[in-house]
């Protein structure tokens, strides 16, 4: 699978670049709906990270909109998460 | 994890490091599930996108009461051919004319009428296109390849969690007669946000 023309679309562009792209979209879904939020408090978040760094590529930012989601939440705490992550 | 080091020959980014520990620890938590996240990625891969939004735009240029209640409550009429889910709530859409064009943008971030649109391309959620659409649309449009002339007036419409926009482009003209299936191929995505003419 290289370049954009390995898997053809509709309206030509793929969706995502990378798979990880794809999950931390899912994610954000699911976490709305299991903490019984709306769209908005995530957007809210996704609003400020584009907001504090505009040129981050935007997946990027939809990961930090998501951590702080979850933090804020009180889902996961950012000890973990970094721990997590190494 | 730890695919860091030894058999993966690319080193984990950052990010990526960081979405796999969201993952891990939302699934520990029973919030996420693989079977989850894997439906929806799959489902913008091959369900969801353009096609939807192409099927309502040609069932709205054969069908005038169709177009009626697609202009009156976008979500229901959408709703009508099966679209809907997330960000799909509010769709508004704004009809195309000889007098006026309609284009969309998202100012703040990205927001989309994902059941019929799909995932926003790449460029809609660049700081030069959010900008200036609303600055000098008619230059970024004419940049676009989409030259819209100075005697049409153009409407920009900033979606939001509240709104968002879809455009009714205009039927093409000599399609009398052409089927509903085959005006659906005409309409691009871009032309359903407003950066091109179907």
Redesign the interface.
């Given at each position: 699978m290289t370049g954009s023309s390995a898997?053809p679309?509709?309206?030509?562009?793929l969706?995502?670049d990378?798979?990880?792209q794809?999950?931390?979209?899912?994610?954000a879904?699911?976490?709305v709906e299991?903490?019984g939020l709306v769209?908005?408090d995530f957007?809210r978040r996704?609003?400020a990270a584009?907001?504090a760094d505009?040129?981050r590529?935007?997946?990027?930012s939809w990961?930090t909109a998501?951590?702080d989601l979850?933090v804020e939440a009180g889902?996961?705490t950012r000890d973990?998460?970094d721990a997590?992550?190494? | 994890m730890s695919d860091d080091h030894g058999h993966n020959p690319r080193p984990l980014s950052d990010v990526e490091r960081r979405a796999q520990a969201l993952e891990e620890l939302l699934t520990e938590k029973g919030i996420v599930s693989g079977e989850f996240i894997d439906r929806v990625v799959e489902a913008f891969a091959r369900d969801i996108g353009p096609m939807n939004g192409a099927k309502v735009v040609a069932r709205a240029w054969v069908d005038p009461g169709y177009r009626q209640r697609l202009l009156a409550d976008g979500s229901a009429a959408v709703a009508e051919l099966g679209f809907g889910g997330p960000e799909g709530d509010h769709i508004v859409a704004v009809e195309n004319t000889p007098e006026v064009h309609n284009v969309v943008v998202c100012t703040l971030c990205s927001c989309y009428p994902w059941p019929v649109l799909g995932l926003p391309p790449t460029w809609y959620k660049s700081p030069p296109y959010r900008s200036r659409m609303v600055r000098e649309p008619r230059a970024l449009l004419a940049e676009m390849g989409c030259e819209v002339p100075e005697d049409v007036e153009i409407r920009v419409w900033d979606s939001s969690a509240e709104v968002r926009y879809l455009v009714l482009p205009e039927r093409p003209a000599a399609t009398d007669g052409v089927g509903e299936a085959e005006l659906a191929a005409l309409v691009s995505r871009d032309a359903m946000i407003g950066v091109a003419r179907p």
């Open positions: 898997l679309r509709d309206n030509g562009e969706v995502f990378a798979p990880w794809g999950r931390v979209l899912a994610m879904l699911a976490v299991d903490r769209w908005d957007r996704l609003i584009i907001a505009p040129d590529p935007y997946y990027e990961t998501l951590t979850v889902v996961v973990d998460l997590r992550a190494g | -």
